[in-house]
């Protein structure tokens, strides 16, 4: 007896052989129901009309246990009917290979290569023929090479553009609304909605909807979270009109409002299922949830009716579009949680142009780029009041697609409201994206493709800064070794790179390279998984600060197996250490069971402590020469990604008035996953400040908490306090810690707000009660940071990692 699922492929069977000649000549039919996926993963990207009756989808689609690498699967998407005598109805399907299936988010966390699985597919509704009210229909997709078939619903799909704002279709008197549920993309048919078929504004400053629907529609009304305007029906010639007048607002305020109509009793949103009536009344109408009519009332505001990247050396956003009342006065800036690019605005009557440039100078570097993440373009009227800005379908339906650079990588897309919100990522060539071409890179890298040269490779915090003792050491080695090429790893392109030195950005080709083939290496942090040591290369690891929270293996229960085991791996990686005092010395060989030579040798970061001029990055900062300089640099939290905020900056720079300034320094690890401070006047956000021992120079009194700052900072021999309200927990809990500060540490030792106010009042008084532990700090923390360290470690370093060419040192 035929099984169940025997029976549901002989009806696909069946269902296919049924269609037409034409349809038979433009599509591949697969021959079997293909069968269910347990690791399957399909996503879709776009969904756009290409007219009234056809569709279009891209996405892809895969079982992620199958290696596709090398072959082009097939491919085959259909609708399927949910309910009644099961209907399977083909797209016309064919691949459209993408680097972007490739990313790890989408589940491809190996080196298969899944481009081969992404498609481009076209549906009609006339295919779907004999639609009726209720009728549901699931998007499947089924992939298939030899020995393996799988199939699927759509369980992913890109939100931010037109995939995630979907429109209507319609054919004859039914509706087909695409939905996102649990079931995945499915078409609705609809033959009880009323549909507006066009629109006008009367001479009355009212509005005038042309609506068709299968019952008599016996009330109407524009509705809003703020209000609901009723709206006349009027019948005439067979046909139906909702009329009446829009919603008076308040000068500058703008709403939308949604059209409704009570039909046999049920209050149903009246459906548009036409482009052409939103293209025609562009700054009126909007296909909102469900495909309904949606009105914009009110304003002034704009409408993004198209964008493009343009400038190659200078890469700009240009955004054109439509207003609805005056913009002159308007400004238009491009913002993400740290960084804002304003615009260049021009108009023309209704019509505008703005141009936001990407490239900015900050802290007197040159014009770089923001960091990589998401932006939202912002509008405000002259008095600073916020403007409703949203996107057109033409420019919804340009994501998810990209474009290229030399900075980065710009993808479009359409935040929530329809905001524009282009992402910026780094500038990974199609032959660079994805996880498989990692993979083929990384194979380059470690069959030494790339032969060692005479080349100092720098990375600082993972590549989000350059600074810390390698910046000391390349500043060191420019001016006594100019001839030496220096290379510096950069998360992205907004990093400053110090004049003469390459960038190389991480993950790219020409990152991989400069790993492979550097003679000598210098990090402060860890190397990770991806850095293979090579025979002739010499790894040295400066570190980041002397430590007062537990590092490596002393920090015990804390660590699983798997992190005792990636932590002991990493240790194998250092051909060299760097030790600021005996302290550090210590720890290093206890807690990474560590026996590579050390260089007990103080900090080269902090030889500009000893020799460096403030008055320069006082200047850049916009510090009177009169001011107190407050130095707030607290550290990070293992339970938590933000800016640790106990202590309110704002607040205290109110209460020391005018003659102080207040700095924020927040650690390198929160500044690009945490927004940025909302200061106010007399508290300067120095987070994104290149070099963190710029700050300590220029400082009058230094605040902090755990941060390995504190010993650095002994160096100048100002005072310190130590705000710590969270000290029980993370002593005891979080971290564990080497040195009880309230028993040893330079400065006062708080928890609240007003002490810290009263400490400060009174530093003078402070500094002296302290003067006695502070010494013994410095004898025992910073006993060789006299200014010279950079030249003997760099000395210490050429000699035991010689270069292939002693004339290089020349």
């Known amino acids: 007896m035929a099984s169940r699922l025997d029976r549901v492929r002989g009806r696909l069977v069946r269902t296919l052989s049924r269609t037409t000649r034409h349809w038979r000549a433009r599509t591949q039919l697969p021959e079997a129901l293909f069968p269910v996926a347990d690791d399957w993963v399909a996503e879709l990207r776009s969904f756009r009309w290409l007219d009234d009756d056809r569709f279009e989808v891209t996405g892809w689609a895969y079982d992620r246990g199958v290696d596709y690498t090398g072959q082009q699967p097939r491919l085959q998407l259909w609708l399927e009917l949910q309910s009644g005598i099961k209907r399977f109805v083909p797209l016309a399907t064919s691949p459209s290979p993408s680097p972007e299936v490739n990313q790890s988010f989408n589940g491809a966390t190996t080196s298969r290569d899944y481009s081969g699985t992404c498609f481009i597919a076209v549906g009609s509704l006339t295919d779907l023929r004999r639609l009726r009210t209720g009728q549901v229909w699931q998007l499947r997709a089924g992939v298939a090479v030899p020995g393996h078939e799988a199939q699927g619903r759509f369980r992913k799909h890109y939100a931010l553009g037109s995939a995630g704002y979907l429109m209507a279709g319609r054919r004859g008197g039914a509706i087909v609304i695409p939905t996102w549920s649990a079931g995945g993309l499915t078409l609705e048919v609809r033959a009880d909605r009323p549909v507006a078929t066009d629109l006008e504004l009367t001479p009355e400053g009212g509005i005038r909807i042309d609506v068709e629907s299968a019952d008599g529609i016996t009330e109407a009304a524009l509705v809003a979270e703020d209000g609901r305007v009723p709206l006349q029906i009027v019948r005439a010639d067979g046909r139906s009109f909702l009329e009446g007048p829009l919603p008076t607002l308040p000068d500058g305020a703008w709403s939308q409002y949604r059209v409704v109509a009570r039909v046999d009793g049920a209050q149903l949103p009246v459906v548009v299922a036409s482009a052409a009536l939103i293209d025609a009344h562009p700054l009126l109408a909007e296909a909102g949830e469900g495909s309904g009519l949606y009105l914009n009332v009110g304003g002034p505001w704009a409408l993004v009716t198209g964008v493009a990247l343009i400038g190659a050396d200078q890469p700009c956003l240009e955004v054109v579009g439509k207003s609805s009342g005056d913009l002159s006065q308007a400004r238009f800036e491009l913002a993400n949680e740290r960084d804002v690019r304003a615009g260049q605005l021009t108009c023309d009557g209704t019509d505008f142009r703005l141009v936001v440039p990407f490239l900015q100078s900050k802290w007197n570097l040159p014009a770089l780029p923001p960091q990589i993440g998401r932006m939202t373009l912002r509008a405000f009227a002259a008095d600073g009041t916020s403007l409703q ?89 420019a001016e006594r070794h100019p001839k030496v090429p220096r290379v510096w ?265 007003d002490e810290v106010l009263d400490a400060l009042r009174r530093i003078d008084e402070v500094a002296a009660a302290f003067a006695a532990r502070y010494a013994q700090w410095q004898a025992d923390y910073t006993p060789w940071d006299d200014g010279g360290s950079s030249r003997r470690v760099l000395d210490r370093y050429l000699v035991d990692a010689p270069p292939a060419d002693p004339a290089i040192l020349d």
């Open 389 to 477: 800005v949203r996107c057109s379908t033409a420019v919804v339906e340009l994501a998810p697609s990209s474009e290229l650079n030399y900075w980065f990588r710009l993808y479009y897309a359409v935040g929530a409201g329809r905001t524009l919100a282009p992402r910026l990522e780094i500038p990974l060539r199609d032959d660079e994206i994805g996880t498989h071409n990692q993979a083929r890179i990384q194979a380059d890298y470690l069959g030494g493709v790339w032969p060692i040269i005479d080349q100092m490779y720098f990375e600082s915090f993972y590549g989000r800064q350059c600074g810390c003792s390698p910046l000391a050491l390349r500043n060191e080695l």
């Open 489 to 753: 790893a950069v998360r992205d392109l907004s990093v400053a790179v110090p004049e003469g030195d390459r960038a190389v950005v991480d993950a790219t080709t020409d990152w991989w390279r400069a790993r492979a083939e550097s003679r000598w290496l210098v990090v402060n942090d860890w190397l990770r998984a991806r850095f293979a040591p090579r025979d002739g290369q010499t790894v040295m690891q400066t570190w980041h600060g002397t430590m007062y929270k537990k590092v490596g293996l002393d920090r015990g229960e804390q660590l699983d197996a798997e992190e005792r085991e990636f932590m002991l791996g990493e240790r194998k990686k250092w051909d060299l250490l760097l030790s600021q005092n005996p302290h550090s010395t210590r720890v290093f060989r206890e807690s990474y069971l560590s026996n590579p030579p050390i260089y007990e040798e103080g900090y080269p970061r902090n030889d500009l402590l000893v020799n460096g001029d403030p008055a320069p990055i006082r200047e850049v900062l916009g510090i009177r020469p009169s001011q107190r300089v407050i130095l707030y640099a607290p550290t990070w939290r293992d339970d938590r990604t933000e800016l640790v905020d106990f202590l309110d900056v704002n607040r205290l720079a109110a209460d020391l008035g005018p003659d102080y300034v207040v700095l924020l320094r927040a650690h390198s690890r929160v500044i690009r996953v945490g927004s940025a401070a909302k200061v106010a006047d007399g508290v300067i956000d120095v987070s994104t400040y290149p070099n963190t021992t710029d700050l300590l120079l220029i400082s009058d009194v230094m605040i902090t908490d755990y941060s390995s700052i504190m010993f650095d900072y002994a160096v100048t021999g100002r005072p310190m306090i130590f705000f710590t309200p969270d000290m029980d927990e993370y002593r005891d809990q979080l971290r564990g810690v080497y040195l009880d500060l309230e028993k040893v540490g330079p400065g006062p030792v708080v928890s609240t707000q």
